[in-house]
């Protein structure tokens, strides 16, 4: 725990204080970071969402159709797209694919003595190799959360298209005027934090494994566990605050 | 010997690891233009002394000067500013794997300078070709073999052209004509151009062919302390016979290729008990 709060602050050092002290990161590492990160994940994330918006509204249709109320399944699959099931479920996939490799990367780098071949050159393996993972996930996860909202609501499309008899425009319409801005901020507010926490907890892992291969193995399983428990908790508490508070 | 301040001086160097002592009161000055050779069985402790020059391992007592100063208390930017002065080549070269050979060779100067890419270019390229590796700019790290991953190392970390270079085995997995070669660019690099290096080798006819200083830690019940210390001169005609032992690389001697029968079933059941017949 100690030496992840360490982490976070040094982080945040690097990335807040030394740049105006001249010391700035590379901005190029990050580009190649967020590739890895995000736009690699892109597949996964678009195939999740397509499935979730496709149930979701199936699910849907088959309880609002009893009561002749069909016309609200747009509406449901676009809020709870948005406030709720996008932000968690991209986070879960970023967890699975992203956040794995990075702690699979980074220990590998600590036991083939990488990491401390840079800090024998005074090259900050923090500077050097976390910054560059913890922007790109900071901005990529909320990125990719609003593609897989898009991508969830076209799911939800073609069920209303091809089943209920909606008209394109008539889904559109209903999806839109059912969500208000907040309903995105909020999920955007939340998957932020869950980026945060994810590439520092991954990171944090990565760096302290020890031994070889099995190591690494234990690390990337760690990094998984804690990553998804951590996110599962902090994604009740900000609902609950939100909640609460609107 | 002058009254020069020494390059790197070792005081009373003290390392436990919970209860276990791995560096028993080290003591040793190199000064400049020397290559000082440590030498000594597997884990005996070299690497570890070597990872406390170098400031990656804290000791638990004694004290290290690199170039007059003492790094065992220095905070990181001091300690980052000494490193700048010298290179380091790791055993497993520990290049990194998601850059190319060339951006390897090229980080700590792209790290610690702003040159142009030409300029960079062309420093990688003189580098490579200082151990040998033209043209093998673009290759991943993956593509290629352990000694030349050793000497992409070895030419990563003359990239800023150093006062002082560290070598852990820099010939261990190199080839007899590829030992020679990093071998008389360790020489030059210190006779021509005064660079100081301090080798950790277990190779013989490398460490007599480069070496000015020596020194031996010892093993078993000396684990951890110098055993013999000297120009090669006076190593090769040590009376010690466990240096003697180590230079011609015999199975047997001071240091025992096999216990008695009944040590070795002592050691294996923890307890001395007598030796029951009849059983295998």
């Keep these: 725990m100690k030496s992840y709060l360490e982490l976070c602050f040094s982080v945040l050092y690097w990335v807040l204080i030394a740049p105006f002290t001249g010391r700035m990161f590379k901005v190029s590492h990050i580009f190649r970071q967020m590739v890895h990160i995000g736009v690699r994940a892109l597949p996964m994330v678009s195939l999740t969402a397509f499935s979730i918006g496709l149930t979701l509204a199936m699910q849907a249709a088959h309880e609002l159709k009893r009561m002749g109320a069909s016309i609200y399944v747009p509406d449901l699959v676009s809020v709870s797209l948005l406030r709720e099931l996008g932000p968690v479920l991209i986070a879960v996939i970023v967890i699975g694919r992203s956040g794995s490799a990075v702690t699979a990367e980074l220990g590998t780098m600590k036991v083939s003595e990488e990491i401390e071949a840079l800090n024998v050159m005074a090259i900050n393996p923090i500077r050097f190799l976390i910054v560059p993972r913890v922007i790109a996930m900071m901005v990529m996860l909320p990125a990719l959360t609003i593609f897989g909202n898009y991508v969830g609501i076209f799911g939800g499309w073609t069920i209303c298209h091809y089943a209920l008899n909606m008209t394109t425009s008539g889904y559109i319409l209903r999806a839109i005027q059912s969500s208000h801005p907040w309903d995105l901020y909020s999920g955007l507010v939340k998957s932020l934090v869950f980026a945060w926490l994810v590439i520092t907890i991954a990171c944090d892992t990565g760096l302290k494994v020890e031994g070889g291969a099995e190591g690494v193995g234990e690390a990337t399983t760690n990094s998984v566990v804690y990553s998804l428990l951590s996110m599962l908790v902090a994604n009740a508490t900000l609902t609950a605050i939100f909640f609460f508070a609107a | ?280």
């Design chain 2, 1 to 280: 010997m002058s009254d020069e301040t020494p390059i790197i001086e070792v005081t009373d160097l003290v390392r436990k690891f919970g209860e276990r002592a791995v560096l028993k009161g080290i003591s040793f000055k190199v000064f400049k233009g020397d290559t000082m050779i440590i030498m000594g069985g597997s884990g005996c402790g070299k690497s570890t002394l070597l990872r406390h020059i170098n400031g990656a391992m804290k000791p638990t007592s004694g004290s290290i000067k690199i170039f007059g100063e003492e790094i065992t208390t220095m905070n990181e930017r001091d300690l980052a500013r000494i490193r700048r002065r010298y290179g380091m080549l790791f055993q497993s070269g520990a290049l990194l794997q998601s850059l190319t050979v060339g951006e390897n060779v090229a980080l700590p100067v792209t790290e610690h300078g702003k040159l142009d890419d030409d300029i960079v270019d062309l420093m990688v390229k003189m580098k490579l070709e200082m151990v040998g590796l033209t043209g093998f700019e673009n290759l991943k790290p993956a593509e290629i073999s352990g000694g030349m991953k050793k000497r992409v190392g070895l030419a990563r970390a003359l990239a800023l052209d150093p006062e002082l270079l560290f070598s852990d085995e820099p010939t261990s997995g190199l080839d007899p004509i590829m030992t020679a070669v990093v071998d008389k660019l360790t020489q030059d690099l210190t006779q021509r151009l005064g660079m100081t290096a301090v080798v950790v080798t277990h190779d013989m006819t490398s460490a007599f062919r480069i070496g000015s200083k020596m020194i031996m830690l010892g093993a078993g019940p000396r684990q951890g302390t110098i055993i013999a210390s000297g120009t090669p001169d006076e190593m090769r005609n040590s009376p010690n016979p466990e240096v003697q032992q180590f230079i011609r690389g015999e199975a047997d001697g001071p240091v025992p290729l096999k216990l008695s029968k009944d040590d070795y079933i002592n050691r294996l059941l923890g307890t001395p008990r007598p030796v029951e017949k009849g059983r295998h």
